[in-house]
Structures are given as structure tokens and as C-alpha cells.
């Protein structure tokens, strides 16, 4: 009964009923005396039924209703609460209305209404993701049905085909052939027919052919000659034949198009050479002249497919075979023209390809032989994954005469489809369209006419300042930079005063005893006030609070693609930090802001904000002693004299933490965000060069306030804790001083030698860091600090101090 009191007084202020618990237990055990009575099972479910048919509006819809759970055991007992319910009729009636209620609350509420959108943008998210997944599963099998299932037209009727063939060979006509039926023979032999005299040994590349006997000796000398035309031929038929289909690309079936009229240009060579045979003018001399004049350009063009072929080119592979055979080619303008001729062909199926992707940012590659690869990855929260992933360049694609151009290519493309998913009205407008129709053609040498280069320059052109343009006039991006500025930078003082105060209580707590709304309500409330009723992107601030420490942060991210690199990702640091070491902001963007703020700037704005935060944090506790040591001064002079020591130690530390902030805001962050707002108005022409000025901009920041030096940044971050330890010491200890005078000075003589030596280490460290990089401004820290040769002698000794 005692485990069943508490879910029944859950229920009972749930239903605002006025029953006690006392009173559902009586119920209950009603009930159970009624089922402990000997009623057949069948006849009180039989007499149940019954009635609750008797009162129904649809008593065929409940009868299959109740036979379709009667295999159930608890279905006898559904039936009776539903009898009993409907018997009691003031509980029918207050359960109408609650549930009239409950309808109206769930219509009008805000919360519920969130969650269904955010529901339906889930569903809508995995729909796209699997049509996505269909599409491509369609085409690997519409790809596979096209190379294996479907067999070659040649396969099916061989005797269409210009090449050779497997055919029976009976026997050989052994009499010996006189001069103008063996040249006959050869003309039909030039065609890919099987003769009397000449017939091929086998159809493996390179082709050989075996010779009758009985011709003549001085006939036999030429004939081979002659025949190195039908070897050659016979190499450009199978290309030809076997790539008119699309299942080796459509760069491939192009120029196996262009072979075609090759094929019937030398047909038409050789019928003028069977026109000069049937009038008795051509003799065996005659054709060898006349076949020497064509075996080099068949020779050439075979040689090209023999190289597509073996090494199973297509797409932008075969377009740098070409490319390169034509900076080769020198000499021959015939050649020229052909080898030209077969390039201009080419390159058409692959210029459409790539003037789809540079004008409207779309991926057309049916036959998975472009150079752009649209990966699998939509549009999520993981916008710098999508950025980076999504569109790739495959450089075994990538034509030879296009490879200084494929980083342009790709970031044209990705541009504009980023345009594409942008929330901005007329994406009509967002095609790049030129005002002479500009179209890909190829050419060697680049002239005014047929200059592609500048075609894809001008698109680039376009896409990046198109993009660019949305990002700093429709999304408003320099302000929303100043808001990151004003609150992960701590540019607004009031701000940082403001949270350090109203969050005071709960950031002294352990990470895992603070109220994570509570505290979050305290930062909502410092994000409004003062400045912050005028930030209109204030809202796209949140709080997080992280579980690794600030240094193991730092060297986790430095220790990236280095042999401690393991260590790090192995390693679980202890979870015991308090709320300050802990809290963090955080940024909630949209797409396409979320691609200039993605994860990997927004956590080196946390790294930054979380030192800033650190320092600020010891300065106020640092200042709190110092109006401790306001009121102790009042004391006696023997009594002061005890605590002058612990009055040098605090200014001293406050002397470092003040000029730590003063070089950090004013010489690093300050002077670097000049230069990055410089280069956004003046400099930057797309968005790659933007994230780069703000990823460089971040670096150098992080570089100059010791973040990225190993050394310096344990230097620092020991004096902060000593400085903290000092401040929690006098604090605590100040309502007991006077009865503790020996362990107070002894104390704080410690402490100060610990500051001390780690002052001069760290000072140390910059020396030595300023001897290797002359130009590094973090010299001027060390010009502050030892502005009256304070820490000079020492800093000039050889040995190191080392402290623990």
C-alpha cells in the first residue's frame, strides 16, 4: 500500500479530484473481492460485453475492437474498468471535461507547437536523406544494367560490325594469285573481311596475319607493309564500336563519334581505291604508295585509343590523353587539325558537365565521370562537415589543362549552391548568366573568341561576390561579428562585471551541483541589460559548460596530427572543475552564417573567452582582497607590519593580472580585429578568403596570448592559480589573522616565492621566444612587467628556475 500511496496521489492531483487515497483504496478492494468471487470467466465476459454493446454508438466497431485483444489477458479486465467508468457517472462526466480541456491546452500550446515542427523537421530531414539514398541506389543499378545486363549491339549482329570477326575457315586457296586478284584480296582485307590469300591468325590487339604460300616472293615484301593499315584499323574500329554506348562515359561515346567519321573518311579511301582496281589501274605498287600516305595518321589515332583503352580512361582522363598528344603534336598540320578535331568533340559532354556546375552550382554525372563528386552529406547542423565534404574535386578526373583552375572551379560550384539553400527572395537572379552567351569551348591557345578561362574566371567572379554580398547585406554579418566581439571577446565591460556578479553564487559550484537553467536565466538577464538591449543577435548567444579543463583544451587542439595526438583522445581528464573553469558561451546560427561560424572558429572563440573570463575572474577576486587589506591597515602598526608582505604579493599579482588583460585586449585582440575589419572592407573578394582572414585573425590571437606555446601558456595559466590561491587564502583566513600570525607568514612567504620564480620563468620563456621571432609583440609584456628592472638580474641568469 505504502509504494502505491504516492503514483495515486500523483494521478489524483493530475485529475483535480477531490477522492482521497483512502478512498481509491477502499475502490480497490471492492474490486478485488468481486473478481475473488466464483463468476466463470466466459459468462462475466459474455455479460460484460453485453451491456457495454447495449450503451455503444458503434457497437459493430467495438465488438471487432474487443475481439481483436481478446487473446489478451488483461482484456476481461479493460472491458470491466470501461464498464465501471460508465456506470459511475460523475466520473464520465468530469472525464469529458477534463479531456475537452486538455484538447483546448494542446491546441493553443506554444511548447507542444515547437515540438511538432521540430518533429516534422526531422521527418522531413530523413526524407530527403532517403530519396537521396533511393536516387543513388537507382543509379548504381541503372549503371550496372547498362555495363553488364545490356550486351553490345556487335555481340548480337557481327556481321554489321567493320572489324574482324571469328568465322569458320575451311581451307585456303592454295594456286598462286596473280597481281590483280591479290590486290583485291587486300582491298577487302583494308575493309575487315576475311579473303583467300590474307586472313587474320587471331583477333587479340596487336593483329597478325598469316600469308599463302603459294604468292609470289616479291609480292610477299609488300603485302606487309600494306597490312600495318589494317592493324591500325582494326584498333579504331573496336573503339569505335564498343564505346557508342554511354557505358564508358560520355566523353568516351563522343569521341568515339568523331572516330566514326574518321572510319568513313578512310572507307571512302579505300572505294576510290577499288574504282581505280575494277578499271586495271592500281597495282600492288601502286596501293603500298598509296596506303604509306595514311599508315601514319591511323597509326597516330590508334595509338591514342590503344592508351584510352588499355589503361581504361574516361572523362577527364581521356581529355589530358588528348590534351598532351596535342601540345606534342608539332609538325603535321594534318594531324594537327584531326588530333583538334577529336579534343573540340571530346570536350563538349564534359563542358556541359562543368558550365552546369559553374553557372547554377549543380552536379550532372550520369556516368560518374565528372570532376566535381556530390557526396552523400544535407544540409544539418554540421555545416562545416557539409562545407568541407559535400563537394570534393576528384583529381584522377581533372584534365590536365584544367588542373591550376579545379580549387576555382569547385568553390564556383559550392557558391552557388550555398546561394541555393540561402532564405532570400528572386534565386532566379542567382544563375550566372553573361550578356554574350558565353560558352565553353576548347581551344590550345586561349584567344578573345574561345578564351574558357575567362568564361569560368567571370562565373567565379559572380558566385563568390554574389555570396559574399548576401553574407554583409542581407545577413548583416560585420554586426553580427561586432556581437561576437562584444561578448566572446569581453569588448563590453558592463557585460563581463554584470555576469561575474549575478552568477557569482552559482559558478562557485562544482560543474555537476549547478542548476543548469538557473544559471542559464542569469545569463539571459546579463545579455539584456545595459548594451544589450540594443544587440539585436543577443538571442543567438548560449550557455555551455564544458568538462574538459582550459589547458587540456589547448593542448588537446595543438597535440592535433602530432605523436601525442592519442594521448589526448585516450585520456579522460577528472570531471571535478567548478562552474567558472567550466562555463562557456556558445553561438546558435542559421545557414549560411553557420558556414563563417562553424565549430572549429566558434571553440577558438571559446578558448580565448574562457582565458579572458579567467583573468577577469582573479582581477575581482584580487580587488577583494585589496579592500580586505583597506580595513587591516587600520590596525596597529605591529599588526601591519605582519600583513606588508601579503600587501606587496597582492599588488604585485594585481600589477600581472591588469597588464596580462591590458596587452591581450588592447595590443593582441584589439590590434588583429583593426587588421581582420580592414581586410573584410578592402581585401576580401569571396568567402573562402573571408574564413581564412578570420581563421588567421583567431591564430594570431591565440598565438600572442600565450595560447598556442606550450610554455608560456603553463607559465600563465600557474601564475593565475597562484594568484587564486593567495586570494581564497586571505579571504578565508582574514576573520582569524591575528591567531595565526607565524603560519600566515610563513604562508605567504611561499606563495611569493612560488610567484616570483614563476615570473620569472614566464618571463624567461618570452625573452627567449622574442630572440627567435624579432617581430613578435608579445615582447611588450615582458617591457611592462620588468618596467624597473625588477626581474632584470634575475631574467639575465643562466640557470633556469624551476618551480612545482
Not at 552550382?361 to 554540421?382: R, T
Not at 589526448?568 to 571535478?576: A, D, G, I, L, R
Not at 603560519?743 to 618571463?763: G, P, R, V, Y
Request: net charge neutral.
Amino acid at each position: 500500500m505504502d509504494r502505491a500511496r504516492i503514483p495515486i496521489e500523483e494521478l489524483i492531483t493530475s485529475f483535480k479530484s477531490t477522492s482521497t487515497v483512502e478512498d481509491i483504496f477502499d475502490k480497490l478492494e471492492i474490486w478485488n473481492r468481486n473478481d475473488s468471487q466464483q463468476i466463470p470467466l466466459e459468462h462475466s465476459k459474455e455479460y460484460t460485453l453485453r451491456k457495454l454493446l447495449l450503451h455503444s454508438e458503434n457497437p459493430v466497431k467495438l465488438k471487432e475492437k474487443v475481439q481483436s485483444i481478446e487473446k489478451n489477458k488483461l482484456a476481461n479486465k479493460f472491458m470491466e474498468l470501461i464498464q465501471e467508468i460508465r456506470e459511475d457517472k460523475k466520473l464520465t462526466v468530469f472525464m469529458e471535461k477534463r479531456y475537452k480541456e486538455y484538447e483546448k491546452d494542446t491546441s493553443c500550446s506554444e511548447v507542444v507547437q515547437y515540438y511538432k515542427d521540430e518533429i516534422e523537421k526531422r521527418n522531413e530531414f530523413q526524407k530527403q536523406r532517403q530519396i537521396k539514398k533511393e536516387i543513388k541506389e537507382k543509379k548504381i543499378i541503372l549503371k550496372k544494367s547498362v555495363s553488364k545486363q545490356t550486351p553490345l549491339w556487335k555481340n548480337l549482329r557481327k556481321y554489321q560490325a567493320l572489324d574482324y570477326f571469328n568465322i569458320p575457315i575451311t581451307c585456303y586457296n592454295t594456286t598462286n594469285p596473280e597481281e590483280h586478284d591479290l590486290v583485291g584480296d587486300i582491298l577487302s582485307c583494308l575493309q575487315g573481311f576475311h579473303t583467300k590469300f590474307i586472313n587474320p591468325n587471331n583477333l587479340e590487339i596487336p593483329l597478325t596475319f598469316s600469308i599463302n604460300e603459294p604468292i609470289d616472293p616479291q609480292f610477299k615484301c609488300i603485302v606487309p607493309k600494306i597490312l600495318k593499315l589494317v592493324s591500325a584499323y582494326t584498333i579504331i574500329c573496336r573503339y569505335s564500336e564498343e564505346n557508342r554506348q554511354s557505358h564508358n562515359g560520355y566523353v568516351n561515346q563522343a569521341l568515339a563519334c568523331y572516330i566514326s567519321k574518321f572510319i568513313r573518311d578512310y572507307l571512302n579511301f579505300i572505294i576510290c581505291l577499288e574504282n581505280q582496281h575494277k578499271s586495271g589501274e592500281l597495282g600492288l605498287q601502286s596501293l603500298s604508295f598509296a596506303a604509306q600516305a595514311h599508315v601514319y595518321k591511323m597509326e597516330f589515332v590508334a595509338r591514342i585509343v590503344s592508351i584510352i583503352t588499355q589503361e581504361k580512361k574516361k572523362g577527364g582522363q581521356t581529355l589530358s590523353v588528348l590534351h598532351e598528344e596535342m601540345t606534342q603534336c608539332y609538325i603535321d598540320e594534318s594531324l594537327k587539325k584531326l588530333l583538334a578535331g577529336m579534343v573540340e568533340v571530346s570536350t563538349i559532354p564534359f563542358f556541359q558537365s562543368l558550365e552546369k556546375w559553374i553557372f547554377k552550382g549543380q552536379v550532372f554525372d550520369p556516368c560518374d565521370e565528372f570532376m566535381i563528386k556530390c557526396g552523400d552529406l544535407i544540409l544539418n547542423d554540421d555545416t562545416e562537415k557539409y562545407w568541407n565534404r559535400c563537394y570534393t574535386v576528384r583529381n584522377e578526373y581533372v584534365p590536365s589543362y584544367l588542373e591550376k583552375f579545379k580549387e576555382i572551379i569547385l568553390r564556383t560550384g559550392k557558391y552557388l549552391n550555398a546561394l541555393y539553400h540561402c532564405n532570400i527572395p528572386n534565386k532566379s537572379n542567382l544563375i550566372y548568366t553573361s550578356t554574350n552567351n558565353e560558352k565553353l569551348v576548347y581551344s590550345m591557345w586561349c584567344s578573345d573568341s574561345t578564351n574558357y578561362l575567362k568564361t569560368i574566371n567571370n562565373a567565379y567572379m559572380f558566385a563568390s561576390s554574389s555570396l559574399l554580398n548576401v553574407l554583409l547585406i542581407d545577413y548583416d554579418l560585420m554586426n553580427r561579428l561586432k556581437s561576437i566581439k562584444r561578448y566572446f571577446l569581453l569588448e563590453q565591460g558592463d557585460f563581463v562585471v554584470h555576469l561575474l556578479d549575478v552568477c557569482d553564487e552559482e559558478l562557485k559550484k562544482p560543474t555537476d551541483d549547478i542548476v543548469y537553467n538557473r544559471l542559464e536565466s542569469l545569463l539571459d538577464i546579463c545579455l539584456r541589460v545595459n548594451v544589450g538591449c540594443v544587440d539585436q543577435y543577443k538571442d543567438d548567444i548560449k550557455m555551455e559548460l564544458k568538462k574538459d579543463p582550459l589547458s587540456f583544451q589547448i593542448f588537446k587542439i595543438l597535440a592535433i596530427q602530432t605523436e601525442k595526438e592519442k594521448d589526448y583522445t585516450n585520456f579522460q581528464p577528472s570531471s571535478n572543475l567548478l562552474g567558472i573553469q567550466s562555463f562557456c558561451l556558445g553561438l546558435t546560427t542559421q545557414w549560411p552564417v553557420s558556414l563563417i561560424f562553424n565549430e572549429t572558429v566558434i571553440s577558438n572563440y571559446q578558448i580565448l573567452f574562457r582565458l579572458l573570463l579567467l583573468c577577469k575572474n582573479v582581477e575581482r577576486q584580487l580587488l577583494k582582497v585589496w579592500l580586505c587589506d583597506k580595513h587591516l591597515k587600520k590596525t596597529p602598526d605591529s599588526s601591519a607590519i605582519t600583513y606588508k608582505k601579503a600587501f606587496n604579493l597582492r599588488q604585485n599579482m594585481l600589477l600581472f593580472v591588469q597588464n596580462l588583460e591590458y596587452y591581450m585586449f588592447e595590443e593582441v585582440i584589439e590590434t588583429q580585429w583593426q587588421a581582420f575589419t580592414s581586410a573584410i572592407q578592402y581585401k576580401v573578394k569571396n568567402v573562402d578568403e573571408l574564413l581564412d582572414e578570420q581563421q588567421k585573425f583567431l591564430n594570431l590571437c591565440l598565438k600572442n596570448c600565450m595560447v598556442t606555446n606550450p610554455d608560456l601558456m603553463k607559465s600563465s595559466r600557474y601564475l593565475l592559480e597562484l594568484c587564486t590561491e593567495f586570494s581564497d587564502y586571505i579571504l578565508l583566513s582574514k576573520s582569524h589573522l591575528n591567531h595565526l600570525k607565524l603560519d600566515f607568514e610563513k604562508s605567504i612567504q611561499i606563495l611569493e616565492n612560488k610567484f616570483t620564480a614563476a615570473m620569472i620563468d614566464l618571463l624567461k620563456c618570452i625573452r627567449k621566444m622574442s630572440r627567435l621571432d624579432s617581430g613578435n609583440i608579445i615582447y611588450n609584456f615582458l617591457y611592462r612587467m620588468d618596467f624597473n628592472g625588477m626581474y632584470t638580474e634575475q631574467i639575465n641568469m643562466d640557470d633556469t628556475i624551476l618551480y612545482t
